[in-house]
């Protein structure tokens, strides 16, 4: 076709030369010089012509073949080879094939819920359950089969993710879409006699099914501090430190010369014999004594010596007729003395 069409340019241009430089009748002189020129001019102008046309050819050609391209074009799902995957959110419960697929150049699909691909879904609107759904799309050109596409559409779950407290209990619930990150709640738990550490748990990873998360707790240590008030023990008599869980602690008497221990006092004025198992805080004891005194007397017989007693006074009475000193003494006996 190219080869009659320079032909045919080159016997136009030839006609008009004739009958621009030379007579009807015939009688023209050619020379050598230019014959060559006409040659070489007819040749640039059939070359120059021939080329545009060819170019413009070729660009008509690439637009009618894209415009005519036949394929089958996925809005949203991503297509790896013969399989094309996505997906959706918890709340999408249908999704439509007419919405996802754009078919150009005359293709036409049809939807199937089996590789057979019998019984089409008429509506190419699917159904989704939870998790992975599979379905088949069969491209058709001039109604027969040319490419089986393999779609998997997935569909997030949501999760419940709990919070748990040291001895089990429930401290927070969270509901999370698959994929997504857990929250470690805003406000951190408190049990008395403990400290919260952390959330057994890796927050940076993302949520892939229900979870219980437990929390982590260090146990707090209480200091017990005592005040002899010039008494004596036993370093380890009593403990320094205890915590909620220590086994009840009896406390220990501290000793003093010349005096009686009435009892450990807290701050509160309260006497304390023992530190109850599940109590908390730091304790200050104080020790308070019944200071002795000490009281003679003489017996009447000369050959006798005096009698020493110790204890602690508890009463005194003075009056014209009668005079006497009362004492308590380490054993607990109680006497009456003459003063």
């Not at 709640?185 to 229900?210: C, H, I, Q, R």
């Not at 002899?228 to 602690?249: F, H, M, R, V, W």
Request: with cysteine; glycine share 6%; hydrophobic share 35%.
């Amino acid at each position: 076709m190219k080869k009659n069409f320079r032909k045919w340019i080159l016997v136009s241009l030839l006609c008009g030369l004739c009958s621009f430089g030379f007579s009807a009748c015939g009688g023209m002189e050619n020379t050598s010089a230019s014959s060559n020129a006409i040659d070489s001019s007819i040749e640039s102008s059939v070359d120059s012509s021939t080329e545009s046309i060819e170019d413009s050819s070729s660009e008509d050609s690439s637009a009618e073949s894209e415009k005519d391209k036949i394929e089958l074009v996925f809005q949203t799902l991503t297509v790896e080879g013969n399989t094309a995957r996505g997906t959706v959110s918890p709340e999408t419960e249908k999704f439509s094939f007419l919405n996802e697929i754009i078919a150009k150049g005359g293709a036409k699909y049809v939807v199937c819920d089996n590789i057979e691909c019998q019984d089409p879904i008429l509506s190419k609107t699917v159904t989704l359950s939870v998790g992975d759904n599979t379905f088949y799309v069969l491209e058709l050109v001039d109604d027969e089969p040319v490419h089986l596409y393999t779609v998997v559409i997935h569909r997030n779950a949501i999760y419940t993710i709990t919070y748990i407290g040291r001895n089990g209990g429930l401290i927070a619930e969270q509901q999370v879409e698959e994929g997504d990150f857990a929250t470690a709640p805003s406000t951190m738990p408190t049990e008395v006699g403990y400290t919260f550490v952390a959330w057994n748990y890796d927050f940076s990873k993302p949520v892939l099914s229900s979870a219980a998360i437990r929390s982590q707790w260090q146990i707090n240590v209480y200091e017990i501090s005592y005040d002899l008030q010039g008494g004596t023990i036993d370093e380890y008599a009593n403990p320094k430190s205890y915590t909620i869980e220590t086994q009840t602690i009896t406390l220990e008497e501290p000793i003093k010369d010349f005096a009686i221990f009435s009892g450990w006092y807290n701050a509160d004025n309260e006497k304390v014999e023992k530190i109850s198992r599940g109590s908390v805080g730091n304790i200050a004891l104080t020790a308070k004594w019944k200071e002795f005194m000490t009281h003679e007397e003489f017996v009447a017989a000369e050959d006798e010596a005096a009698v020493v007693v110790k204890g602690v006074v508890t009463g005194i009475v003075n009056t014209d007729s009668k005079h006497e000193l009362y004492f308590e003494d380490a054993d607990g006996g109680y006497y009456a003395y003459d003063l």
